[in-house]
């Protein structure tokens, strides 16, 4: 069981537990989460959690590890543009680590091609690199004790280190 100012993964998002709450209708104890993303949003979520819907955060080794393994991890390849926001939502369900660095990855480097070669950047890409972004490194900021940008900047950092 989880305690106030825990933090947990509800789905994708990092939310906090600001209190646990007895509903006095039908006597279920709900943690009352607020995302770190969007701290006007408040989820109810039953404590028992049969749903399987909250887990904990990444822990800080674990985030470590994560972290030297990305210039391991490929982006997808091969794969039609018409098919490529197909193969991002599929990534984006899973939510897997490695699946949130794959669509960072690809994204990334496909909007970095349009750049070079004077063509607009993708929307599409842009906006599954954010969401990726978000539930990564939101979930790794927490485990580093670092905000989103500290957290984006030392990823960036050490895989640059990794990879020279």
């Not at 887990?55 to 091969?78: F, G, H, Q, T, W």
């Not at 660095?101 to 950047?121: E, F, G």
């Not at 929307?123 to 989103?148: G, I």
Request: hydrophobic letters at 35%; charged letters at 35%; aromatic letters at 10%.
């Amino acid at each position: 069981m989880y305690k106030v100012n825990d933090y947990v993964v509800y789905k994708k998002d990092v939310c906090l537990v600001k209190e646990i709450r007895q509903n006095k209708m039908n006597g279920i104890n709900y943690y009352i989460l607020v995302p770190v993303s969007d701290e006007s949003l408040i989820i109810d979520v039953p404590v028992d959690n049969k749903l399987n819907f909250i887990r904990d955060v990444i822990s800080r080794e674990d985030a470590l590890k994560l972290i030297e393994n990305i210039p391991n991890i490929e982006p997808i390849n091969n794969i039609d543009d018409k098919y490529i926001e197909r193969a991002y939502k599929e990534l984006l369900s899973r939510g897997t680590y490695e699946d949130l660095i794959k669509i960072i990855k690809t994204t990334y480097l496909r909007n970095d091609y349009r750049l070079k070669n004077k063509k607009k950047v993708s929307e599409k890409d842009s906006n599954y690199f954010n969401q990726a972004e978000k539930y990564l490194y939101n979930e790794l900021a927490v485990s580093l004790n670092m905000d989103f940008t500290q957290t984006k900047e030392f990823i960036i950092k050490k895989v640059n280190e990794l990879e020279k």
